[in-house]
């Protein structure tokens, strides 16, 4: 029997570390070559890494909520391995032969394919340091089946979505408590029924922030008053903070305690702006082409950027450096299932008005749908962050940090406004400005803001400028 360790691959992009958000393999299990075993949350995307080997999982090197650095080892296989041997392994021993000679071939490297989830990885349960293991069923007399760690094929977890059928409710019938595509197609035809008869119990909600980063027991006791007992239901609920919104609150906090934010707020009357686009739609639309108003106003922040390359800027903290940069490779800010993701638009100074509707267009499709790479994060200098018709009246937008400045677009509305000395009927629309007050001087960021609302307020200027 030979012993092969794994190790956190090289995922590329300077990361140096990975938070397990979701096993999906365990002791004992037997997997092919290429099986998805676990996915990773890194500060980029949350990746699934596949098997390099067929074999036997002997041992897994933390529990989901870990964060594990690039070449530490993450599971044991055993090749090869009998019955006897792989008991032996699954209980964290060797035979002496293994042990005194194991097996350091690296062999291939796992695959790691970019996956942005529809729903908040690792957000189900309570913190788990331990190596996960298999599900043990409900016990006979509980009410209805549930098992905060359901085990399920990549394949079993998208028809869980698809269905609205929560896995945890869903009792197992495959090897090693595994839930079957099956067993989720006969759950669902049950009207929320277990394949007993049993009635499932109604799924724990997920709110958008979750209470605390910390474990339970490495924070101070909070004092809330006992919810009342009379209703099950109004029990309170800790949901650990793990994956997309622990990476959220991490850059949120840096950003906010790091850089000395200053917010400015300018107004554009869109009434050029929403004729321009009504001229172009239809040839956009010829093109297979969706064309909003964000093509715009991204090509009118990269004319801005080019007047004032102060604000293409990078701040490195390291060495106490601003870092222009030569390229303009803009965020943009998107708000999915998992927290608010922040792909880029590369070189968007290089592209035409439809070419950047057409890549708003996949990005913002590949957000909602989880299908994100890698290379569709990091290296962006500035962000436009866009609320649509949720855009309220002006808010005060984090910079995304090390940015030095952000973007906020709000809602168009109909509104009084002035026109030749009359009072007239028209659209406008409100822009919210951050800067890190460090870097970029009041003035400064004045004066990009009115190069910016100059350029949509005459938007045809684009078409020479951009």
Same mark, same amino acid.
């Given at each position: 029997m030979a012993i092969y360790e794994f190790k956190l691959p090289d995922i590329g992009e300077g990361v140096t570390e990975g938070e397990i958000v979701n096993w999906l393999v365990a002791v004992g299990d037997t997997v092919t070559e290429d099986q998805e075993?676990?996915?990773?949350?890194?500060?980029?995307?949350?990746?699934?890494?596949?098997?390099?080997?067929?074999?036997?999982?002997?041992?897994?090197?933390?529990?989901?909520?870990?964060?594990?650095?690039?070449?530490?080892?993450l599971v044991v296989y055993e090749l090869g391995a009998g019955a006897s041997s792989g008991e032996a392994a699954a209980n964290g021993t060797a035979s002496p032969a293994a042990a005194a000679a194991p097996n350091k071939d690296d062999g291939p490297v796992a695959s790691a394919v970019g996956d942005i989830k529809e729903t908040l990885p690792g957000m189900g349960g309570a913190p788990s340091r331990a190596p996960a293991a298999a599900p043990?069923?409900?016990?006979?007399?509980?009410?209805?089946?549930?098992?905060?760690?359901?085990?399920?094929?990549?394949?079993?977890?998208?028809?869980?979505?698809?269905?609205?059928?929560?896995?945890?409710?869903?009792?197992?019938s495959g090897p090693a408590d595994r839930v079957t595509r099956e067993d989720v197609t006969r759950f669902a035809e049950g009207g929320g029924k277990a394949a007993g008869g049993q009635a499932a119990a109604p799924s724990a909600g997920v709110t958008a922030l979750a209470s605390s980063a910390a474990a339970p027991q490495a924070r101070a006791p909070i004092s809330i008053a006992p919810a009342s007992t009379s209703d099950p239901g109004s029990a309170d609920v800790r949901l650990p903070l793990r994956g997309v919104r622990?990476?959220?609150?991490?850059?949120?906090?840096?950003?906010?305690?790091?850089?000395? /934010?200053?917010?400015?707020?300018?107004? $554009?009357?869109? *009434?050029?702006? @929403?004729?321009?686009?009504?001229?172009l739609k239809p040839l956009a639309e010829v093109q297979g082409v969706k064309l909003?108003?964000?093509?715009?106003?991204?090509?009118?922040?990269?004319?801005?950027?080019?007047?004032?390359?102060?604000l293409n800027c990078v701040f490195d903290e390291s060495t106490q450096e601003m870092v222009r940069r030569r390229t303009y490779d803009i965020g943009i800010a998107a708000a999915t299932d998992a927290g608010l993701m922040v792909p880029v638009l590369r070189s968007a100074d290089r592209r035409s008005m439809i070419d950047v509707a057409r890549e708003l267009e996949r990005l913002g499709n590949d957000a909602r749908d989880g299908k994100l790479k890698q290379e569709d994060f990091g290296g962006s200098s500035f962000t436009i962050t866009s609320l649509g018709k949720l855009g309220g009246l002006f808010a005060t937008p984090i910079v995304n940090y090390p940015e030095v400045a952000i973007?906020?677009? /709000?809602?168009?509305?109909?509104?009084? $406004?002035?026109? *030749?000395?009359? @009072?007239?009927?028209?659209h406008e629309m409100l822009l919210s400005l951050s800067f890190d007050h460090r870097i970029i001087d009041g003035h400064v960021g004045a004066a990009f803001a009115a190069t910016i609302v100059s350029l949509l307020n005459d938007p045809d200027r684009l078409m020479l400028e951009a």
């Open positions: 075993m676990v996915e990773i949350m890194t500060d980029k995307a949350t990746v699934t890494i596949g098997s390099p080997k067929a074999g036997r999982i002997a041992e897994l090197r933390g529990g989901v909520g870990d964060v594990v650095p690039v070449g530490a080892v043990a069923a409900a016990p006979a007399a509980q009410p209805s089946y549930f098992n905060e760690r359901p085990l399920a094929a990549p394949a079993t977890r998208k028809l869980a979505r698809e269905l609205g059928v929560d896995l945890r409710h869903v009792p197992p622990k990476r959220i609150f991490e850059n949120m906090a840096r950003s906010k305690h790091t850089a000395a /934010h200053f917010t400015y707020v300018e107004e $554009v009357l869109a *009434d050029a702006l @929403i004729a321009a686009r009504a001229r909003t108003f964000l093509p715009f106003i991204v090509k009118a922040t990269v004319a801005a950027l080019k007047q004032h390359p102060e973007l906020g677009v /709000h809602e168009m509305k109909r509104k009084p $406004v002035v026109k *030749d000395d009359a @009072i007239v009927i028209g």
